[in-house]
């Protein structure tokens, strides 16, 4: 109904992709993290890391239900550490870049980070400020044609590999949102360092970094847009980030889910299979059901999206809905899996370390329901 022969040509080109690059060495990047620059140069060369971005740059200036295809089939791979990974160069690092950076910025970091050749991180992230992003105290300081800048940022996603982080740091003393700015900050740049690669609970196949900025000068050039406006242009670039949580969460709860029904088929107990238990195929129905509310409702955002509407209303519930629902379902297979379910032989495990992450990064659940409340006038 939404999507036609240019979508399914866009829908088998990612899953062969899925299906042949990513998921037979999605056991072995559990243990050794994925070779982004290997896998994105792949990705680059077929066009998928700017579906939706100017040719000008080397996108394909295609609308949103490409975008919701190619994040579909990306919610297929067997692990949220590379789908994170993929969806940190595609929609949450380089927005801000397309829709607000320089010709320079463009042709010198944006163009290749669509092509492959370069892997991008965001860094907004601090010690001390997470859900808070006001709070932050990575700062900017103007000195002569650039800025030095001096702080640290964690949690960052690609942080190991990334070739240029996109930092979001304090450039004024003024009070209120207009006193930050975003930096391209190149990794070579004298001052920079990867202080640490974090071990995490899930997402193992993709790295997490702490980053150091000790007097790192970076010439003005290398400002996304307006001195001041970088915390407005992160908030708008939140928007592609927590949108594209919601299709790759569906697609995973479903896929969860079939992974179960395989198993409660097969598996006999009291003399039949446990499939046949009607609590447990009533829960599978209501899981089903929600996952196809969901479902709708991206489709409703990807409407609107395309007719350039503000949607911070309903990409904050679709995130939230996205996380909550996840985790309980991935949770209740697990059950359905029994003892087996707690085996890490069984691929529901990592999913179940996978999916925590979902209700924190890219804005928590109780940041979303704030971001509602507020757009309700609470
Ligand atoms: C896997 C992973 C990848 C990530 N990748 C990146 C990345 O690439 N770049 C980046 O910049 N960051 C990244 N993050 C960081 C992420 O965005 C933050 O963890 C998140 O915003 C929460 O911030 P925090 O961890 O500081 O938690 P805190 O802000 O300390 O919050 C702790 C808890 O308190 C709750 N809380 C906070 N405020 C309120 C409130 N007003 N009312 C009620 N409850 C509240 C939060 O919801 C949360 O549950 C990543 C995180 C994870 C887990």
């Given at each position: 109904m939404y999507f036609n022969e240019e979508h399914n040509a866009l829908r088998q080109t990612v899953r062969r992709v899925v299906d042949t690059e990513i998921n037979p060495n999605m056991d072995a990047w559990e243990e050794t993290t994925a070779p982004l620059h290997d896998l994105f140069e792949k990705m680059g060369d077929l066009g998928l890391?700017?579906?939706?971005?100017d040719p000008e740059v080397g996108?394909?200036?295609?609308?949103y239900w490409f975008d919701t295809v190619f994040l579909e089939e990306i919610g297929?791979?067997?692990?949220?550490g590379v789908q994170g990974a993929i969806a940190d160069q595609t929609?949450?690092?380089?927005p801000a870049l397309h829709e607000f950076g320089s010709e320079y910025l463009k042709e010198a970091f944006l163009r290749p980070a669509v092509a492959g050749e370069m892997v991008a991180a965001i860094a907004v992230t601090e010690p001390g400020a997470g859900s808070d992003?006001?709070?932050?105290?990575t700062r900017a300081t103007k000195d002569g044609n650039g800025y030095i800048i001096n702080g640290t940022k964690t949690f960052i996603t690609n942080g190991v590999q990334a070739d240029f982080v996109v930092v979001l740091a304090r450039?004024?003393?003024?009070?209120?949102?207009?006193s930050f700015s975003l930096f391209v900050v190149?990794?070579?740049?004298?001052?920079?360092?990867?202080s640490r690669e974090l071990d995490k609970?899930?997402?193992?196949s993709s790295d997490t970094a702490e980053l150091f900025f000790d007097d790192v000068r970076v010439p003005e050039?290398?400002?996304?847009?307006?001195?001041?406006e970088g915390f407005i242009y992160q908030m708008r670039q939140f928007q592609h980030e927590r949108f594209a949580a919601i299709p790759m969460s569906y697609v995973g709860a479903r896929d969860v889910i079939d992974m179960t029904v395989e198993h409660i088929r097969q598996r006999v107990v009291f003399g039949k299979p446990?499939?046949?238990?009607q609590v447990l195929r009533h829960r599978i129905a209501d899981w089903l059901t929600e996952i196809e509310c969901l479902k709708q409702l991206t489709y409703h955002i990807v409407r609107m999206k395309n007719k350039g509407m503000d949607v911070t209303r309903e990409v904050s519930m679709g995130k939230l809905l996205a996380g909550q629902m996840l985790r309980r379902i991935t949770d209740g297979c697990l059950q359905m899996f029994g003892g087996m379910g707690f085996m890490?032989?069984?691929?529901i495990t990592r999913y179940y370390r996978d999916v925590r992450a979902a209700s924190i990064a890219g804005g928590a659940d109780e940041i979303m329901r704030d971001v509602i409340a507020k757009m309700e006038g609470l």
């Open positions: 890391l700017g579906i939706c971005y996108g394909q200036g295609l609308d297929h791979i067997h692990g949220v929609h949450m690092a380089t992003v006001a709070a932050m105290r450039s004024s003393h003024a009070p209120g949102y207009h190149p990794k070579e740049l004298p001052g920079f360092s990867v609970l899930g997402w193992r050039e290398n400002r996304i847009g307006t001195e001041g446990l499939s046949r238990k890490n032989e069984s691929l």
